[in-house]
């Protein structure tokens, strides 16, 4: 069992004094540029002491999950500001205006020592963009996974192994008995193209994953990340391999790895790795760096028993 | 009829910021305070002080107070306030009167955009009330009515982290998932309780006779808007004042059904300019709601003034949904990131576009 990051990490406090003075002109982009390499160095650093596996950059350059996406794909635009989902966390809307299609540029997203890429789902890109293109939705969802496609290949030629899907809609919709048959059957077998190209794996956030987890791993998705914090343990029951997101990125109580830890022993499931339930960069960088911690010290509690 | 309101805020003037920083003023700077003392016809010493650079710190942010006032009154407002020019912001700035609570660290809210975010380490208590000193400065510099904003008890808890209470309900055996609601619910009406209700009694104590509750975040989390109902009933219940709520950028269907549980005819100030002409269509909802609409007429994030007309227009499209005698005028939102210039503009077409409105609708 190994601890994995999946998402956004916070910037440090250095650098986000940068952000600051290098908007108001007070300090040039070289001397900005350097914060962000100091912050990414660290970021990375800090999870190789822990002993995490799949090392990300934190995603330092990216302003939001989507936002690379407005550049590095033909037809799209990053627009209006918009809440993401129940945080008070905003992102810029995706206007689908045009066919989309990968014109290059993603590695320019990922540092080196980056081994996994962390992008939106394709459920999730399309739920939480505005398209005034596609008339059918699973058009748009192929034509993004061709995209995928594509940016996987270049991130194997570039040295990168693991591809995470980050799928918070896919969660969202489920509880509202929003999302067909025929999205979750597209969703799967781009999830398998993906997966002959790089390592991948998908997470649910933002709610109960129980029924998601099901319906996946009937299509053999795998591994699955769940949000623990939204999920109660005894509710899942699958074969397909786990990546538990046991620590909460949206508060700053400390877990006990004691109790994480048993939670872990009564589960039903092939559990392979651990996590935060999402993006850390909901918490300033000190507690981000606990959390990591107490994930570190969650596998040592497992290690003993 | 069609009362013309602010929200809150407005940007804060450079010479205001950097004199209060303790920098020197620029050439700019004292060539814009000028400009301003003048078009707003403000007392010479006042202004030379500053300029001189003589001025008590305190005495530059009543400056700006007062020119704020000034510049809502000649705009033609018919309720008015200081601009929020005391405060730095509405969620650190009240939680400083407030323990346990502990800053952090900056957190981010969009792109390069972070806020200092507290965790709650206790139960959060008053430490003294913190709007009385603005208001009884702005009832001294104006004859108009005065409208106090507070940061409402269910924003302050959702901008920070309920370290405090969750602790409490896993210590009572609580699922994480089971949890979130009732340690949310409590923090809410604790701070309702002990920290807004002391405020709002302060302030009615001294005689304000408006007061805005500005809950922006009341819709982020669906399932919690009947805590934010509860809250506000808590703290406001038996106290003689007419009360509003601002909410903003939300989607106003999932304040349904629950507002109509509030007490009282509360007046529900709201963002709709930002949306467009067709955004006002979900005033169709509060048809049966029986309290006051403040109905947002100009974007705060755009420096395009609306016309008198589009205004107007506005509030007429408006009117087909609501009666007019329950309208309120006013922007989206706080005009805090337009300049002065831009404000101005935009808060006097609103004044004469409410005015041609109430023409045609006699």
Request: net charge negative.
């Amino acid at each position: 069992m190994f601890a994995t990051l999946v998402g956004i990490h916070p910037r440090t406090e250095e650098l986000v004094r940068a952000s600051r003075e290098f908007d108001r002109g007070r300090i040039s982009r070289e001397k900005y540029e350097v914060e962000v390499e100091n912050c990414i160095n660290r970021i990375i650093e800090e999870q190789k002491k822990l002993g995490f596996r799949q090392i990300t950059d934190g995603m330092i350059k990216w302003d939001d999950i989507f936002r690379p996406f407005s550049k590095v794909l033909n037809g799209v635009t990053a627009e209006s500001l918009t809440r993401f989902f129940d945080n008070n966390t905003f992102y810029r809307k995706i206007e689908i205006r045009e066919k989309i299609e990968y014109r290059g540029g993603f590695l320019s997203y990922m540092s080196r020592g980056s081994e996994k890429a962390i992008v939106p789902g394709l459920y999730t890109f399309a739920d939480l963009s505005h398209n005034e293109y596609y008339k059918d939705k699973l058009d748009l969802m192929w034509d993004y996974f061709e995209a995928l496609k594509a940016i996987s290949l270049e991130l194997r030629e570039n040295g990168i192994s693991f591809l995470q899907l980050n799928e918070p809609s896919i969660v969202y919709r489920y509880k509202r008995r929003e999302i067909s048959k025929d999205e979750i059957k597209l969703i799967a077998s781009c999830f398998r193209e993906l997966r002959k190209i790089l390592s991948t794996s998908i997470h649910l956030y933002f709610g109960d994953c129980s029924k998601a987890v099901n319906f996946l791993a009937e299509e053999d998705v795998e591994p699955i990340g769940i949000d623990m914090m939204e999920t109660e343990p005894e509710s899942i029951d699958v074969s397909a391999k786990l990546i538990l997101g046991v620590v909460d990125s949206r508060n700053t109580f400390m877990e006990d790895p004691n109790q994480i830890a048993d939670m872990i022993r009564g589960i039903h499931g092939e559990i392979v790795g651990i996590s935060p339930n999402c993006d850390l960069e909901f918490l300033p960088y000190e507690q981000a760096r606990r959390k990591m911690e107490i994930l570190k010290e969650v596998l040592e509690v497992l290690k003993c028993s | 009829m069609l009362l013309t309101q602010e929200i809150g805020s407005l940007s804060k003037p450079n010479w205001r910021v950097k004199y209060v920083r303790g920098e020197k003023l620029g050439k700019e700077d004292l060539k814009e305070l000028r400009r301003w003392a003048e078009f707003l016809e403000i007392e010479e010493d006042l202004v030379k002080k500053v300029e001189e650079g003589k001025a008590e710190k305190k005495e530059v942010v009543e400056l700006s107070a007062l020119m704020a006032i000034r510049l809502l009154e000649k705009a033609g407002l018919d309720i008015v306030f200081d601009g929020e020019q005391f405060r730095t912001e509405m969620y650190e700035y009240p939680l400083r009167y407030v323990s346990g609570f502990r800053f952090l660290g900056p957190v981010r809210s969009f792109d390069n955009k972070y806020y200092n975010r507290a965790e709650c380490v206790d139960k959060p208590r008053l430490l003294s009330p913190y709007h009385v000193e603005e208001f009884l400065f702005t009832r001294r510099n104006t004859k108009r009515r005065v409208k106090v904003p507070i940061t409402g008890p269910y924003t302050l808890a959702e901008w920070s982290y309920n370290k405090y209470y969750v602790e409490k309900y896993r210590k009572l055996g609580y699922s994480w998932k089971n949890l979130r609601k009732p340690a949310k619910r409590e923090f809410v009406l604790d701070l309702a309780k002990e920290v807004i209700r002391p405020n709002i009694a302060a302030l009615i104590d001294k005689g304000a006779e408006i007061i805005q509750i500005d809950e922006p975040a009341v819709t982020t989390k669906p399932d919690e808007v009947d805590i934010f109902v509860e809250a506000f009933n808590e703290m406001t219940s038996g106290l003689n004042c007419k009360f509003s709520i601002h909410i903003c950028y939300s989607d106003y269907s999932l304040l349904f059904p629950h507002i109509y549980e509030l007490k009282g005819k509360v007046q529900l100030a709201l963002e709709f300019a930002n949306r467009g002409i067709k955004g006002y269509d979900i005033l169709s909802l509060f048809k049966e709601y029986d309290g006051e609409i403040g109905l947002g007429v100009v974007d705060v994030h755009t420096d395009d003034v609306e016309s008198p007309d589009t205004v107007k227009e506005r509030i007429l499209y408006a009117s087909k949904f609501i009666p007019p005698e329950r309208i309120y005028v006013n922007p989206d939102c706080g005009l805090r990131t337009r300049s002065w210039e831009i404000a101005y503009r935009k808060l006097k077409n609103m004044v004469k576009g409410a005015e041609m409105a109430r023409e045609e609708l006699k």
